[in-house]
């Protein structure tokens, strides 16, 4: 204790290892049966936003011989202090070492957090490689998220991934946990018992095999109980799963800083970079009348002054109207802002915005994604120029200044006439804005371009990353047409965008790399002022890894990919034909309208998508 | 106006939450526990709310003082009971009083705090000579260098703002309690009184060492 205190002391935001916020559980260590640690592999301002979070903390907490505590990455000021004083990594509820827990299950929500992984195992005193872990009484390492749909990457230091949703799954394993302890089962019983169950992934249980080029060629399971495909877990009955209503109130001000309702989960808009849009599915709305409940709740049992409705697009919620009604009549007297952070691309959503946002204080954002008609049909973003004029107007007449444009270069069959688009969009936009405006001098457009990354189980898994080079041009090119006044551009990095699309598509090899890089120094990779870009090219060299090889190479569809074994339920015929009809510039209507493209969901799943007051499909707005 | 001073201690996980946080954390407390805080005018509406002296992070307090506004009256032991059973754990409200209309601004009424202050034998070079305290009261300047608005150092004398020190018994290290005079008009910082009084007396400690509690916050008259 007197050695955490003066580390405290000496750190800038103590609040981030302290805990004590209000709604965090404390429970009697001796009394509970087995312990968990939520692991967030980066510092507590963003791990504290984050609606997992929320959620496993209170699924696990409210079971009676459960409990859950938390843990971030620490801060290199603390870092430092932690060494230094050989204090290991501990707990924010009851600051025991995390070493003392039976589980500890890190959250994957970017690649480029890997790093922060390794380092957060070492700063428990865990070896980071799941063999090293064998015996010794260490806690079982468990991973989920979003970046768990490839987890090949990570393979050699987790020993257990959950695949898709972990409302149900994560009282799987600690169901299974309890019982394989009842029975006295040594670790790889314990594996082999977890690996039995759907969604639950345990690299150490599969043999891979390489051609001579090195490409992947096979991934079988060596035991007969082990599943060739392990499928993605999804709560069939979102409306009636367990939400937080208590959830933690960070004491130190978090990025959102907000209750959070999940009005509905998925998206079958079917936008064939988006990764989010496939593992997600399919589409599952609560009823309005538990989001009014719960948003009561959540409010009373926090205090915070702003309630966020989210989802992948708020504005597709078949009852939103209603809902924002409802909650802006309730919400006006106790002062609440309601926030709607993910807005289509049209008026109707504008119109939602002004409802919510009596004072027009901040801009609005629309992500139409492509310059171009022929590039947004080619991504099958289901926006057209109308549409974006139409929103913007709205915008700029409801009394907005600002708009923010998110675009994305790099996409699969661009060419230099698509970023023409983007900049011609953009003083399009701002013209509108100064036809429109009140104050038409203040009007101010922000144009933001990230780069594609290909992802894991989307249409686009195939496809190769701009070179970093190219990727500078085309930044350069658009620079130079988004001069002047009232214009704002933005970009991204290429070397993160790089690195991210090595781990997204990478394979096991990628473990070696991870180690040697994390082991050279690279930790919270995602924070600019930490990422060095040539540490991890030297780390390439040292292990021995291409990056380009996984970034920029065209995939041929007979190859297996290293994440083939994982099920997100969509069928790999299906994403190639996506893919084709992406060349020839053809779009897929959402399967929400009425017609099934065909994506292999709902029967490899044997689940349907449900829509507010039970139906399973509904017109949308934008294609009445 | 309904305008109320607030006596509250911040102690255990809650002395490690920064100025801003904790005005956070009283509005939301204020919220869960369904108060008519007032509200101000215009775009960005906060609460009627302040905090009279900032604590600086880490340092605990078993007599803060904040002073809120509602829009209607509140009996001030219902106030202090409905805040106490939605407070995080380290925040205790100790007293709430009704304020006079007419009374000045808490923050411009401040001027004195109490502290005690600790350090642990194993963090201090060596005991500290039994008239040190005395000698070093006895001077009529302590000059310490202090950073200007605009990053520049400049000296400032302390000792008029020194009103009280003097050694506690303990058993290891040095307990020591001070009187300093804290507020708009002259303002010294426990860090700052007791890093010049272990100078004087040539011993070597880590500021970063220092436990300190705020024991009474103290206005004018």
Redesign the interface.
């Known amino acids: 204790m007197k050695r955490l205190e003066?580390a405290?002391?000496?750190v800038q935001?103590?609040?981030r290892y302290?805990?004590?916020?209000?709604n965090?559980v404390r429970k009697d260590w001796a009394d509970i049966d087995v312990k968990m640690a939520f692991a967030f592999p980066d510092v507590y301002e963003v791990g504290m936003s984050h609606l997992g979070l929320q959620i496993i903390y209170h699924a696990v907490n409210m079971r009676a011989d459960a409990l859950l505590e938390r843990v971030f990455a620490p801060w290199t000021d603390m870092e430092e202090q932690m060494r230094e004083r050989r204090l290991p990594l501990f707990s924010l509820e009851s600051h025991r070492p995390v070493r003392d827990f039976d589980i500890l299950g890190f959250t994957l929500q970017y690649e480029l957090s890997f790093t922060n992984i390794l380092n957060m195992l070492d700063l428990a005193g865990i070896p980071v490689r799941s063999g090293d872990r064998a015996a010794g009484g260490y806690p079982l390492v468990v991973a989920g998220g979003p970046c768990a749909y490839n987890p090949e990457p990570l393979a050699d230091f987790i020993d257990v991934f959950i695949i898709g949703e972990g409302e149900d799954a994560v009282n799987d394993l600690l169901d299974a946990w309890l019982e394989s302890r009842r029975r006295g089962e040594d670790r790889r019983r314990l594996l082999l018992r977890l690996a039995g169950i759907d969604g639950f992934y345990v690299p150490s249980l599969y043999r891979v095999e390489y051609d001579e080029k090195g490409h992947l060629e096979k991934v079988t399971p060596v035991a007969a109980e082990v599943p060739a495909v392990v499928k993605k877990r999804v709560v069939a009955d979102l409306d009636g799963a367990v939400f937080p209503t208590r959830p933690l109130?960070p004491?130190?001000?978090a990025v959102h800083?907000r209750a959070m309702l999940e009005v509905q989960r998925g998206c079958t808009r079917g936008c064939r970079f988006c990764q989010a849009g496939v593992i997600y599915r399919p589409v599952r709305e609560k009823e309005p009348q538990t989001l009014v409940r719960q948003a009561e709740e959540v409010?009373?049992?926090?205090?915070?002054?702003e309630i966020s409705l989210t989802s992948l697009s708020t504005s597709d919620y078949s009852q939103i109207k209603p809902l924002v009604s409802e909650l802006t009549g309730n919400c006006a007297e106790?002062?609440v802002n309601i926030s709607l952070p993910s807005l289509r691309v049209d008026a109707f959503s504008v119109d939602l915005a002004k409802e919510v946002q009596k004072?027009r204080?901040s801009s609005l954002t629309f992500a139409p994604e492509a310059g171009t008609q022929r590039l947004r049909d080619v991504i099958n973003k289901g926006v057209t120029e109308d549409n974006l004029l139409e929103a913007v107007s709205a915008a700029f007449t409801g009394g907005w200044q600002a708009v923010k444009l998110y675009f994305m270069i790099g996409l699969p069959t661009e060419t230099d006439a698509d970023l023409e688009g983007i900049a011609s969009l953009a003083r399009l936009v701002l013209e509108r804005g100064r036809s429109l405006s009140r104050s038409p001098g203040r009007v101010k457009v922000t144009v933001s371009v990230s780069s594609f990354v290909p992802k894991a189980h989307t249409p686009f898994q195939w496809e190769p990353q701009d070179t970093m080079d190219e990727l500078r041009r085309k930044q350069a090119f658009m620079r130079q047409r988004m001069r002047g006044r009232g214009l704002v551009f933005n970009y991204h990095d290429p070397e993160s965008s790089f690195l991210e699309a090595v781990f997204s598509r990478g394979d096991r090899k990628l473990s070696a790399l991870l180690e040697s890089a994390w082991r050279a120094g690279c930790h919270f990779d995602g924070w600019s002022e930490f990422f060095d870009f040539d540490r991890w090219m030297k780390a390439c060299e040292a292990a021995g890894i291409d990056p380009a090889g996984y970034a920029q190479r065209r995939f041929d569809y007979r190859e297996t990919l290293p994440w083939d074994h994982i099920g997100a339920g969509l069928s790999k015929k299906y994403l190639a034909r996506e893919h084709r009809r992406a060349l020839a510039g053809e779009i897929t209507p959402d399967c929400r309208t009425g017609k099934c493209p065909g994506c292999g969901l709902c029967p490899t799943m044997e689940i349907k998508p449900r829509l507010a007051g039970g139906e399973t499909v509904a017109p949308l707005y934008d294609s009445l | 106006m309904h305008r109320y001073m607030i006596r509250y201690s911040k102690q255990?996980?809650?002395r490690?939450?920064?100025h801003?946080?904790l005005m956070?954390?009283l509005?939301?407390?204020?919220?869960?526990a369904r108060l008519p805080v007032a509200?101000s005018e215009g775009?960005?509406?906060h609460p009627k709310l302040s905090i009279a002296a900032p604590l600086p992070?880490?340092t605990e307090s078993l007599a803060e003082l904040a002073e809120v506004e509602m829009t209607r009256a509140v009996e001030p032991g219902l106030m202090a009971e409905s805040l106490n059973a939605?407070?995080?754990?380290?925040l205790k409200i100790r007293e709430v009083m009704k304020m006079d209309d007419a009374a000045p601004a808490l923050m411009a009424a401040l001027e004195r705090a109490n502290y005690i202050v600790q350090l642990d034998g194993e963090d201090l070079s060596g005991p500290l000579p039994g008239d040190a305290v005395r000698e070093f009261l006895d001077r009529d300047r302590v000059e310490i260098r202090r950073h200007g608005r605009d990053g520049k150092e400049k000296k400032s004398d302390i000792r008029p703002g020194i009103v009280k020190m003097e050694v506690l018994p303990g058993d290891d290290g040095l307990l020591l309690r001070m009187e300093l005079k804290t507020g708009s008009v002259m303002n010294v910082r426990p860090v700052e009184a007791l890093t010049a009084l272990l100078e004087y007396a040539g011993i070597k400690a880590d500021p970063?060492?220092l436990q300190i509690t705020r024991t009474g916050l103290f206005t004018a008259g």
Not at chain 1, 299 to 305: A, E, P, Q
């Open positions: 003066k405290l002391r000496r935001k103590p609040g302290t805990g004590g916020e209000w965090a109130v004491a130190v001000e800083n409010l009373h049992n926090t205090g915070w002054g106790t002062g004072v204080r | 255990g996980p809650a490690y939450t920064a801003l946080d956070r954390e509005e939301r407390s204020m919220r869960r509200f775009f960005n509406p992070v880490g939605v407070l995080p754990p380290g970063a060492d």
